[in-house]
């Protein structure tokens, strides 16, 4: 018998099985698109239009309207009555919209400039934002990534309206594990299986798991698809590449004629229970008959790394009340634990007294790699941890980023300039210092001082830094930095590839002032600097901080070895 991966089609084939089977027709790229607006995609908004050209969001076929995002925003339903948790929208600038009339088509387009699809713009709005992310979310906390970016990083108008199909998005990762939901459904219809559980995941599948979808496989007497997303707003250590080298390793360990791994370039929002029933819906459409919902499922992590938003089983509850409507069973992963005297999972109910359990989750794992600590065998399997170990090396080989932010004068440039000496005077990775005034005049010379420049500068150094961390290096970032978003969004880009300290320099504003080398103080209280922090325009101190220094009680010198005490506490250097 063939095995799943022996019957998937050729790659070149898949794209006009999509279009006989998705409802959607094709569109030729013709001279006339041309003078159409372009509007380019996103990566979220890339693996939306995806999902909704190749049907896997049906019963959508394009982005809701205003009409359709009010009820399902307050309501999870279309306004023709069909269930839709999650608002699918296309964000975009407000100068953009006011470009744009109803009814127009406009251009969208991927990263390289390929037109993807054509859309007949039918609504244009501003929505109400603080109220979709109570509704939704059920939270307007600006930790949670899902109403973080809604909040802060979404464009400041919606536009709705029907898609066109040009071309869908090439990859060129794990063709042989990409699916439309109409190829799924054929392999699934050859290989004869009837019944299918759906497992989602955005994470490695570790041992626990592994116990717990063949459990539920078992007891069902269906067949497992392995269906892991590459989108995410949760920050890990490792991407997507890193997470299906582990899911082919994982695929392995399961009866190899039952199980089936296929890869979904879905974006999560991280909604919790909305979410686990969007995932159900999705899953529907793909050719699925039932669907594994987790504790926590599409839980975010708190500022603790633990899931801190939804209760443990609100996505059970929420996904089992709409299951008949669905048309998709609904199944609680199982309730394992480990067993040292047995060597296995076992339901937690099940163990007998004085018996030796244990557990442990993916957070303390990261924690045991970062601290170059063991990792217990029955936790996960040996060729998973190996890829994650490359990935995750221990806190002392990793690359981080030490982002100093304090008024204009406070010292950072000297502070962060002692500290690059005595790195390099350590040695054993590359340092590169960033500092504000250098980086304003080689990478930001045309931008002002408004705060949407101000912004797209420190968001800069912080792509910049990104890639230096990423790649093993030590970035020292020494600029303004007044404001806590911007700051927290730059936290959050280099967390997910390293490490980050912030260093707030709190020298206070009359010793800057006194210092004043440049003039700048004088000329803003002469009128002469517009919008000059912490004259006529705000510092928003940072909250918690790795460290606070303050230039006028300590030397450069002293500073700069503070630092490295706490580099070292916090594991990014050893002695």
Request: charged share 20%; hydrophobic share 35%; with cysteine.
């Amino acid at each position: 018998m063939l095995n799943f991966h022996q019957i998937i089609h050729p790659p070149a084939t898949r794209f006009y099985e999509t279009l006989r089977t998705s409802g959607m027709s094709q569109t030729k790229q013709s001279a006339n698109t041309a003078d159409l607006p372009i509007w380019n995609l996103t990566p979220r908004q890339l693996s939306d239009t995806e999902l909704l050209l190749n049907g896997a969001f049906t019963p959508l076929r394009g982005f809701l309207t205003q009409q359709d995002y009010v009820s399902v925003v307050d309501g999870m339903r279309l306004t023709s009555g069909e269930l839709w948790p999650m608002p699918v929208t296309l964000d975009v600038s407000r100068q953009f919209a006011q470009t744009l009339t109803h009814g127009q088509q406009i251009v969208l387009r991927d990263p390289e400039f390929v037109v993807i699809a054509l859309m007949t713009v039918t609504d244009i709005w501003q929505p109400d934002k603080l109220h979709e992310a109570w509704q939704v979310y059920g939270t307007t906390d600006p930790y949670h990534p899902g109403v973080d970016h809604l909040l802060h990083r979404s464009g400041e108008y919606y536009l709705g309206g029907k898609l066109e199909l040009v071309e869908l998005p090439q990859h060129y990762d794990f063709l042989h594990r990409r699916h439309t939901p109409a190829e799924l459904k054929a392999h699934f219809h050859q290989l004869g299986w009837r019944r299918i559980l759906a497992c989602h995941t955005h994470r490695p599948i570790h041992c626990l798991q592994q116990a717990q979808t063949t459990w539920r496989a078992r007891e069902l007497e269906a067949n497992l698809l392995l269906h892991p997303t590459t989108g995410g707003l949760q920050n890990h250590c490792f991407d997507h590449f890193t997470q299906m080298r582990c899911h082919e390793h994982t695929l392995s360990t399961y009866p190899e004629q039952t199980t089936a791994l296929s890869l979904i370039n879905l974006a999560m929002r991280m909604a919790g229970p909305r979410e686990a029933l969007w995932h159900a819906l999705i899953r529907k459409n793909y050719g699925c008959t039932h669907f594994m919902v987790e504790r926590h499922h599409a839980s975010p992590m708190d500022t603790n790394g633990q899931p801190g938003f939804y209760t443990p089983e609100a996505a059970l509850r929420l996904c089992s009340e709409y299951a008949a409507e669905m048309g998709i069973e609904i199944v609680e992963a199982p309730a394992l634990t480990y067993v040292s005297e047995r060597a296995e999972y076992v339901p937690a109910r099940q163990t007998n007294t004085g018996e030796t359990t244990a557990n442990m989750d993916e957070a303390a794992l990261l924690r045991r790699l970062r601290n170059g600590q063991p990792v217990p065998a029955w936790f996960t399997l040996p060729a998973i941890l190996q890829e994650i170990r490359k990935a995750c090396p221990p806190r002392h080989q990793q690359g981080f980023t030490v982002f100093f932010t304090g008024l204009s004068g406070s010292g950072k440039s000297t502070v962060a300039n002692a500290l690059r000496i005595k790195l390099l005077e350590m040695g054993g990775r590359p340092v590169t210092l960033l500092d504000g005034d250098v980086v304003r005049k080689n990478l930001s010379s045309e931008l002002t001082f408004s705060k949407e420049h101000r912004d797209l500068n420190i968001r800069r150094i912080g792509f910049v830094a990104s890639e230096i961390t990423k790649n093993g290096g030590i970035a020292i970032c020494a600029p303004i930095a007044p404001y806590t978003r911007i700051r927290r969004e730059v936290r959050e880009m280099i967390e997910a590839v390293g490490g980050f300290v912030e260093v707030y320099v709190s020298t206070p504003l009359e010793e800057c002032e006194r210092r004043d080398r440049k003039g700048l103080y004088a000329k803003a209280r002469a009128g002469l600097l517009k919008q000059f922090t912490g004259i006529d325009d705000p510092y928003e101190v940072p909250e918690n901080p790795e460290l606070r220094l303050d230039t006028t009680e300590i030397s450069a010198d002293e500073c700069a070895h503070q630092l490295l005490l706490k580099l070292e506490k916090l594991g990014y250097i050893e002695e």
